[in-house]
């Protein structure tokens, strides 16, 4: 299987997250994973599109769409977000003929994508796999505990994500353990974390924000692993709103599972990525003997 | 019926069946859950040959699973077990475990089914259930018995009340099977029953009829992922709760938690799992699972006081008869609660392992509570898909099997009928009304060879023993080891050979063995035996086997007795083999005492007039008399109005969809053309006397039939100025009470009822939607109100089918008129079974629902010339709606009939507090009085639908049927007998009988027992104060011979 | 559509497809969502007051622009409706009609959102903050969050643009165009 | 306890003896459970057989405690199971009477029981036997075992009891 795909980095990966960028391109390169960035993407339209205008929410993925189809590509996104918004705007463009049309006009370029829309996630479990990965594991990172983080937009909607399960999905789980960690059982996997409310009711996300680390606490993790800036973000920032002083109650760290593989290869640069991070995750790290 | 095989013609009166080749006079019964049961034991009861097959290793179905049963709380084991064991010893049925069928071709009344034996790699016939095989064996799997909750070894009997009660192998992992490399079971097997060259086999079996009652499965909770099934140990199915409830589950009946084995104090219950949910495509409702979580609910409390169950609901669903007394004893004696709010997902905590459940309560607040348990409760799937694929049978979009004719359990297939659960989600008391009604339709295909398929036994003549000194023949069962290990048993055969009366006494192997008759009849012959002992295992079981070799051998079958050294003795008392023996001899010695004392009992025989009366002209009692009929039996059909149908006469369409009318008229007319049914209208049953098979009543003209609901006025009717003319006398065998049940009528004023006639009843609504629709045009507005005289103080109860009715004419109006406003309030939308999908349609047109309480009731009024009624909606935090209807249309409940009283203070049969008769058995016995020989059909004992109503007017046809096809009514040899000499006449034992068998007799002043009446349970005896009246088979003396025996060693000790 | 739905419920039929009318109001939704608590009109209410027209009281509700698409509601509904869905349609019809958001500053939020896209075809964190704050007003809001995040290399100064802006513009105007329509 | 037997001769047991009035239904079928269970419980009861415990009469008990009997354990179908609808209603209230009686006659009550136990309740049927015949051993052996003064006076005490029997009905 040839390991190539059109590649959408998403707004947040070439600014505030950055670190998922950049540790996404250093994974794909040394697991083989050929990326192309798509030309002159635009910003998916996010929950702001979708949440106010169904064209919008069509519209602006659509035009990426039109781009990747050129390519003949399948189309590698790492946001959960963009990876949502993609896939069901694909989805409304070949089922809708009058929005086809319009998409079309507004873009000046057929926005009907014959490729798939993929997540990194889904490539690395189910294209690379499991037993590869493992191959490439040098450090050893078992003294690490771990809890996977989906968020909700990874495995929801049901009938459109890869994740095999909306509610209690494995993928994460799977290749957070094939890196050596231990994964322990925690009921908030998918659970919102109010990221879409993150700046306008900060009370509300802080609410959820604190209960997915009270449980992850709870839970026994050490860190959280998740495949989505928008979710890192928001737990990053919002476990208790503060106007001129920013404040931490808890101290779990919150990794992007690319992150996470660099770190369980060996993969240069993760310093750099993991220093990045609002809550500090390299007191967690001393507990591993290979990097101290 | 099937023209092919024969056709009804009349001629002058007369008619007469051609069959164009004879119907086989057998059955196969697929399935032996309670239904499958129930259908065989009722079918070898009317003359059929019976092959009940079942795919498990045993009998017994969901219903052997259970702990006990709803609205009654009886144990599920202790009432079923009893019918296994019938099952079981019937000469009649023939049972095939772990069979499969492939085929069915032919004819209805000659099909020819294709069946696959799997292999049991044990003989049934050699096996003892001792259970020594599964000691050595290693390889355990999950024990389907115990819902996958504990492990068991590969060779064991299904479970300890298992029929056949032999051990099977399940070959999937047996080491022996597979590689060869075992066999260690084979090597202990005492019986010498193990096989392992037992292969699969296909057999042919000719039968006349197959019916179908393969049962259900239950759900997969795994589809429900957002319940985390599988996922958290503490999250578990309703069946599997039923197995931790279980004296004999996996726990012992201690409510543990799955993760550490702590007891569980706080217990959620999640309805509708599986069930009314588009998005797994099970559209309809389970129909059980409320009652099953709210019985769960109870027992878990009656176990453990500190446990404190919620359940979580959408609708409660307590349509049953006693079920909505049953949830408020849940909620106010056994601190149940009930919260209508479906949790979205539950969570497990960490490190703890409880469950986090959030869900708003009545007063909207939002509450996270956590609990030791979450029990699902599963719906009820049909498992049956394949098979009726296989038989090209047709099934609903379910998977349940279809029955095409509105008043028949055939299948799409004929000469095939269904029963049960596989028919759609169902208790158990439906279950076996169904099963009854189905061996009733196959009787009636089948009957011209009725019996020619059945064996009776021959018998030698009785030897008389009376005033004979007792020689008793006492025989020792090793039982293998299972007595032989424990117990001395040379020593105990030494002993019983010292006790007087004592001629013979040997050991056996296996008493049980076929052989072993041989030789018990030859002993007993040889030696002039004129009792027996059997030393053995438990006479619940073995008795009938010992008592038909010593009838066999011409000895009255109640010389017999029987010591139960195994179960009672070498089990129990494993580890003190010497007091084992002991207790061992002391239980013979009861025995012999016994025996010594035992005297021949004479099985009553009495005449049966093969005459059937059927009280009550509605759609019940005429499916009672065309069976009965059809079966060949004259039948009197009482009615009281002037004309047949009853309440199906205001029904235009049944809930199912049919033409009520077209199938009512059809029923009356082959009613009036019968030419057995006579029938009776205008009139009543005036006077009724008489027992099983031979009754005398008076049915007389009524003076006044309007006075129908008006109790004074029928008394009145019954006076004893009763014109001569009208009357007649009839005898008969039987008497069906279908006397139905009526309209409750609101009161005047009653949501202004009577006061503005914009308010109507449902009744009158469904009359202009289908006779009058021109009168509803121009409506725009139309309001229902459920529950209107149900589930209040003076009707405590659920009218069950008016929430169906209600939505079927809402369905209706909405297809009439589609823009019309149609809003029902209701209090939990009781839409059981597939009327859920009629829910779902009334959703789907548009119609509005407002849930309120009782204690909150819609409010009427009419101001400037408007109707307005004000709702408060207790989804939306009490906020009042108010509508101006132009219709307001009374969901009415269903009241039992007032003269109901008066018929059953005459047949001497019970009433419930709400008027509706009362069954012998709410479970097992639901369409049958505890007197024999009255039966009881419709609405008469419950609110019912149509097609309810005919099935169970089928099922208590059949078990007419089986009662008037008898030449003579045997009754049992135990009763009770008052010697006349000694009775003082003091009357204390008349009323302490249940079964008005005991009667004051005033010419000789003493009382006497009606032995076709008495079961034999001895409470009179007992309060005899004189001695006078006895208990044949457990007499005083005999007892007291007992009493003394077991004492007997300390009377040696004290001396 | 059946006819005696109410005109919302059609409009919300035409746009999505889906059904409210079906809901029996188990409240599951309710249950499971993540932000319910601090509605004032709970998803299952407004499911019901759909059925009862009440068209202000939900487009001027704080639910509709509370609920986060987090979509828990609609994977769970046993009616398969999908509430998230009706949401979405809700804060449009919401929009097109000119209701005065029932939350104020979610509105805001997402107006600078698609204004930053707008502007420069991707989204920028200092823009979009700086936007959200002059419409929300909250101006001192996160201050020392946002020196952190300085700190960190978070907030990139520089905005990233799309190439073809002509594009993007005519998606937005492509879009305003049907909803003044 | 009775001491090891061998042959034919009984040997003479010195623990107590319970007789167990069983209905055939529920309790006989609970011990079968028990037994098919191998749930072992002390040797000291044997059983019989009634069809309901509406047919044991106080007159059967008091001849068993007449007869020496230690205890005496009536076991039945849970009020509401009755194989014969209300039998065991009935044997409640007599049993109620009779421990007056028992009570009147200066009879160590706790040698009578009643017990329901269903036919699914194995582990109840063995544990009340375990706990009976503890209960049973702490009265001690029936007085009837013991020197003549005593055995009278019981005999008296019991003759009292059937005498108040007849007065009750
Ligand atoms: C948890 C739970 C609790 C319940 N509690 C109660 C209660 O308290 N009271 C009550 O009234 N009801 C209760 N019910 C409902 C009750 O179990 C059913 O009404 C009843 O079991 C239906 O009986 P049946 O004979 O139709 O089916 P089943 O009991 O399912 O029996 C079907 C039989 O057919 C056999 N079979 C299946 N397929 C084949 C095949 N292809 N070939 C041959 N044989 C086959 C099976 O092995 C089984 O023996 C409960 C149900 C559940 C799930
Ligand atoms: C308002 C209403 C609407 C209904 N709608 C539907 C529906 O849509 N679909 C559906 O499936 N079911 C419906 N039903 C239920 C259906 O009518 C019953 O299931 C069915 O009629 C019951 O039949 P039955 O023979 O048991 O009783 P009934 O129909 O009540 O018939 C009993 C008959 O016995 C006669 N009788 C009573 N006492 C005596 C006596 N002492 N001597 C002689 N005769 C006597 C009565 O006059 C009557 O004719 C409805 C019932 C009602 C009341
Ligand atoms: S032969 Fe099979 S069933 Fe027998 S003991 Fe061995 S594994 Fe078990
Ligand atoms: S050891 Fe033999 S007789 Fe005993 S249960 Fe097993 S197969 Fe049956
Ligand atoms: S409403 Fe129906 S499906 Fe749901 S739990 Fe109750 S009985 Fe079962
Ligand atoms: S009769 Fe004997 S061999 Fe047969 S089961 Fe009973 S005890 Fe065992
Ligand atoms: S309307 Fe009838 S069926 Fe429905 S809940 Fe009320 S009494 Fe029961
Ligand atoms: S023995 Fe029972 S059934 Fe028979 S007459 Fe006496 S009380 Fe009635
Ligand atoms: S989950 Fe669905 S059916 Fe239940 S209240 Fe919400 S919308 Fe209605
Ligand atoms: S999608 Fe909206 S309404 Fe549904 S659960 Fe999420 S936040 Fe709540």
Not at chain 2, 541 to 559: C, D, I, M, S, W
Not at chain 2, 576 to 598: N, R
Not at chain 2, 1006 to 1033: H, I, Y
Request: proline share 5%; charged share 25%.
């Amino acid at each position: 299987m040839s390991l190539k795909y059109a590649y959408f980095p998403g707004c947040s990966q070439v600014s505030s997250a950055e670190e998922y960028g950049l540790s996404t391109e250093a994974v794909c390169e040394s697991l083989g994973i050929e990326l192309v960035e798509l030309d002159d993407w635009n910003c998916c339209g996010a929950s702001s599109a979708h949440m106010t205008d169904e064209f919008l929410s069509a519209a602006l993925p659509g035009r990426n769409l039109a781009i990747a189809r050129e390519t003949g590509l399948d189309l590698l996104t790492v946001c959960a977000a963009c990876y949502s918004r993609l896939t069901m705007s694909n989805a409304k463009i070949k089922s809708d003929d009058a929005l086809r049309e319009r998409i079309e006009r507004a873009v000046g370029a057929d926005p009907r994508f014959e490729g798939k829309v993929r997540h990194l996630l889904d490539v690395i479990v189910n294209d690379v796999g499991i037993p590869q990965i493992k191959k490439f594991v040098k450090n050893d990172l078992s003294s690490i505990k771990a809890v996977p983080y989906y968020g909700c937009l990874l495995v929801r909607p049901r009938e459109v994500c890869f994740c095999d399960s909306a509610e209690n999905p494995t993928e994460l789980d799977l290749l957070i353990s094939a890196l050596g960690l231990e994964v322990r059982q925690w009921s908030y996997k998918t659970d919102c974390c109010g990221g879409s409310l993150s700046l306008s009711r900060n009370d509300i996300v802080q609410r959820l924000v604190n209960r997915i680390f009270e449980r992850a606490v709870e839970a026994g993790a050490d860190l959280i692993v998740t495949a989505c800036p928008m979710c890192l973000a928001n737990l990053e920032m919002r476990q208790k709103p503060g106007k001129l002083r920013f404040e931490q109650v808890f101290t779990v760290p919150v990794l992007y599972f690319t992150e996470l593989i660099g770190l369980a290869m060996g993969l240069d640069g993760w310093e750099k990525w993991l220093g990045a991070h609002l809550i500090d995750p390299f007191p967690v790290l001393k507990k591993i003997e290979a990097l101290s | 019926m099937n023209g092919k095989i024969y056709e009804t013609q009349t001629e002058g009166g007369k008619s007469e069946r051609v069959y164009s080749s004879k119907p086989v006079g057998s059955v196969m019964v697929i399935g032996g859950g309670i239904a499958g049961v129930q259908a065989s034991l009722d079918l070898a009861d009317l003359g059929y040959r019976v092959y009940l097959v079942d795919s498990a290793p045993s009998i017994g179905g969901v219903m052997g699973q259970l702990d006990k049963t709803f609205p009654t709380n009886d144990c599920s084991m202790c009432i079923l077990s009893p019918k296994l064991v019938e099952a079981g010893s019937n000469d009649n049925i023939e049972i095939i475990t772990l069979a499969e069928i492939m085929d069915i071709t032919g004819e209805p009344g000659n099909l020819e089914v294709i069946l696959k034996r799997n292999p049991r790699f044990v003989d049934i016939d050699k096996c003892t259930g001792c259970g020594i095989c599964t000691e050595h064996c290693r390889v355990k799997v999950k024990d389907p018995y115990n819902a996958g909750l504990a492990r068991v070894p590969l060779i064991r009997v299904p479970f300890p009340q298992a029929v056949p009660g032999a051990a099977f192998i399940d070959p999937t992992k047996c080491l022996q099977i597979l590689k060869g490399k075992c066999g260690e079971c084979q090597k202990y097997c005492p019986a010498g029953a193990i096989d392992f060259s037992d292969k699969e086999r296909t057999d042919k079996i000719e039968v006349g009829s197959v019916i179908i009652a393969c049962g259900f499965s239950p759900f997969d909770p795994h589809k429900t992922e957002e319940y985390g099934y599988g996922t958290y140990e503490n999250v578990i199915t309703s069946l599997e709760f039923e197995r931790i409830l279980a004296a004999n589950g996996p726990t012992g009946g201690h409510i543990l938690r799955r993760s550490d084995s702590q007891s569980a104090q706080k217990i959620a219950f999640i309805q509708c799992v599986g069930s009314r949910d588009s998005r797994i495509g099970n559209t309809y409702c389970s129909s059980v699972c409320c009652m099953y979580a709210t019985k769960q609910a109870i027992i878990a409390r009656e176990h453990d006081r500190r446990i404190q169950s919620t359940i979580f609901y959408i609708d409660f669903r307590a349509h049953g008869k006693g079920f909505e007394e049953y949830r408020s004893r849940a909620e106010n004696e056994h601190g149940v609660r009930y919260v209508r709010c479906l949790v979205s997902a539950v969570k497990e905590m960490q490190p703890s392992k409880r469950l986090l459940l959030v869900f708003i309560n009545e007063e909207n607040q939002f509450v996270e509570e956590e609990f030791d348990l979450v029990v699902l409760s599963v719906g009820i799937t049909s498992g049956i898909d394949a098979l009726a694929t296989r038989l090209g049978i047709r099934v609903n979009s379910h998977g349940f099997i279809q029955v095409p004719k509105p008043a028949s359990l055939e299948t799409s297939r004929p000469g095939v009928y269904v029963c049960g659960a596989a028919e759609g989600p169902k208790d158990i008391p439906e279950s076996v009304i169904q099963a009854s009604a189905a061996a009733g339709s196959a009787s009636s295909l089948l009957c011209p060879s009725r019996g020619e398929l059945t064996v009776k036994r021959e018998y030698p003549p009785e030897r008389d023993v009376r005033g004979d000194e007792p020689r008793i023949g006492a025989i020792i069962c090793r039982c293998g080891t299972n007595i032989g290990g424990v117990v001395d048993v040379p020593a105990v055969v030494e002993y019983a050979r010292t006790l007087p009366g004592v001629v013979f006494a040997e050991e056996r192997l296996y008493a049980c063995s076929q052989d072993a008759q041989v030789w018990i009849k030859e002993i007993i012959e040889k030696h002039k035996l004129n009792r027996l002992v059997v030393a053995s295992c438990t006479p619940r079981t073995h008795q009938p086997l010992f008592r038909e070799t010593v009838r066999l051998a011409g000895l009255n079958k109640y010389l017999f007795e029987m010591a139960n050294i195994r179960e009672h003795c070498s089990w129990v008392h494993m580890d003190e083999p010497g007091l084992a023996t002991e207790k061992a001899k002391q239980l013979v010695l009861i025995a012999v005492k016994k025996a010594s004392l035992l005297e021949p009992l004479e099985e009553g025989v009495s005449p049966v007039t093969p005459v059937a009366l059927v009280i009550g002209g509605g759609p019940a009692g005429m499916s009672a008399a065309l069976r009965l009929a059809d079966a060949g039996f004259k039948t009197h059909l009482v009615e009281q109005e002037e004309e047949l149908g009853g309440n199906m006469r205001h029904v235009r369409m049944t809930l199912e969809g049919d033409n009520a009318r077209e199938i009512l008229e059809e029923m009356i007319r082959s009613v009036m053309n019968h030419p057995l049914v006579e029938v009776h209208l205008t009139s009543k049953v005036a006077s009724i006397e008489g027992y099983v098979g031979s009754y005398t009543s008076v049915i007389e003209k009524c003076a006044n039939s309007a006075g129908r609901s008006n109790p004074d006025i029928e008394s009145a009717s019954l006076g004893d100025d009763v014109s001569e003319d009208g009357t007649v006398r009839v005898d008969h065998g039987i008497v069906v009470v279908a006397v139905g049940a009526e309209e409750y009528r609101p009161k005047y004023g009653e949501y202004m009822y009577g006061l503005d006639q914009r308010v109507i009843t449902q009744t009158e609504l469904e009359r202009r939607i289908f006779d009058e629709p021109e009168s509803l045009e121009g409506v725009k507005n139309v309001v229902m109100v459920q529950c209107v005289g149900s589930r209040n103080e003076e009707h405590p109860y659920c009218s069950r089918i008016c929430c169906g009715v209600t939505l079927k004419n809402a369905c209706e109006l909405k297809k009439f008129l589609p823009g019309a406003n149609v809003t029902i309030c209701y209090r939990d939308v009781r839409a059981y079974g597939f009327n859920e999908e009629k829910y779902l349609d009334a959703r789907e047109r548009g119609v509005r629902f407002v849930r309120f309480t009782q204690e909150d009731q819609p409010s009427v009024s009419a101001a400037i010339g408007r109707l307005e009624v004000v709702v408060k909606d207790r989804n939306m935090r009490d906020e009042a709606i108010t509508i101006f209807p132009d219709l307001l249309v009374l969901s009415c409940g269903i009241v039992a009939r007032g003269g109901s009283r008066e018929l059953a203070s005459m047949l001497k049969v019970p009433l419930t507090s709400d008027g509706f008769f009362l069954e012998a058995h709410v479970k097992l016995r639901p369409i049958e009085f505890a007197t024999d020989g009255i039966f009881l059909a419709g609405m008469a004992h419950y609110p019912k639908t149509i097609r309810e109503s005919i099935a169970s007017a089928q099922a208590a046809a059949a078990k007419a049927e089986a009662v008037l096809s008898k030449d003579k009514i045997v009754t049992e040899g135990i009763v009770a007998r008052i010697d006349p000499e000694i009775c003082s006449g003091c009357g204390q034992c008349i009323d302490l009988c249940s079964y008005g068998a005991l009667e004051f007799d005033p010419s000789m002043r003493v009382a006497r027992v009606n032995p076709s009446l008495c079961k034999g349970c001895g409470a009179c005896s007992a309060a005899c104060p004189s001695g006078a009246n006895q208990l044949l088979g457990f007499r005083p003396c005999q007892i007291y011979a007992q009493i003394e025996a077991s004492c007997a060693l300390l009377e040696a000790g004290g001396q | 559509m059946p006819d005696s739905v109410t005109t919302i419920e059609k409009e919300i039929g035409k746009r999505i497809g889906e059904k409210p009318w079906l809901c029996y109001q188990c409240k599951k939704c309710t249950a499971g969502c993540p932000v319910s608590f601090a509605m004032d009109l709970m998803p299952h209410e407004i499911m019901n007051l759909l059925r009862w027209s009440a068209s202000d009281r939900i487009l001027a509700s704080s639910t509709i622009w509370l609920c986060a698409s987090c979509e828990t509601c609609s994977v769970r509904c046993p009616n398969g409706i999908d509430i998230a869905g009706v949401m979405d349609a809700l804060r449009s019809i919401s929009i097109d009609k000119h209701y005065r958001p029932g939350e104020p500053l979610v509105t805001a939020f997402h107006r600078s959102f698609l204004a930053g896209i707008m502007g420069a075809g991707r989204t920028n964190e200092p823009v979009l903050i700086g936007i959200y704050k002059i419409l929300s007003g909250r101006l001192l809001d996160d201050i020392g969050l946002g020196v952190k995040m300085i700190l960190k290399r978070k907030i990139k100064p520089v905005p990233r643009f799309v190439k073809d802006r002509a594009a993007i513009r005519r998606i937005f105007r492509e879009a305003k165009a049907r909803r003044t329509k | 306890m009775m001491s090891e037997a061998r042959g034919s001769s009984v040997k003479i047991p010195d623990d107590v003896r319970i007789v167990a009035f069983l209905c055939n239904w529920c309790s006989y079928a609970g011990a079968d459970l028990a037994g098919v269970s191998r749930m072992q419980y002390p040797p000291n009861v044997v059983g019989i057989r009634v069809m309901c415990t509406a047919t044991v009469s106080p007159y059967h008990v008091l001849k068993a405690l007449q007869m020496g009997a230690d205890g005496v354990l009536i076991a039945g179908c849970h009020i509401g199971d009755c194989h014969y609808l209300k039998g065991n209603y009935m044997t409640y209230k007599r049993y109620l009477i009779l421990r007056e009686i028992l009570r009147f006659a200066g009879i160590n009550e706790k040698r009578v029981r009643l017990e329901w136990i269903s036919a699914a309740e194995g582990e109840k049927f063995a544990e009340v036997i375990r706990s009976f015949t503890e209960e049973v051993r702490e009265a001690g052996l029936s007085p009837l075992r013991k020197n003549e003064v005593i055995k009278s006076e019981f005999g008296e005490k019991l003759k009292n009891a059937f005498r108040s029997l007849e007065v009750v009905k």
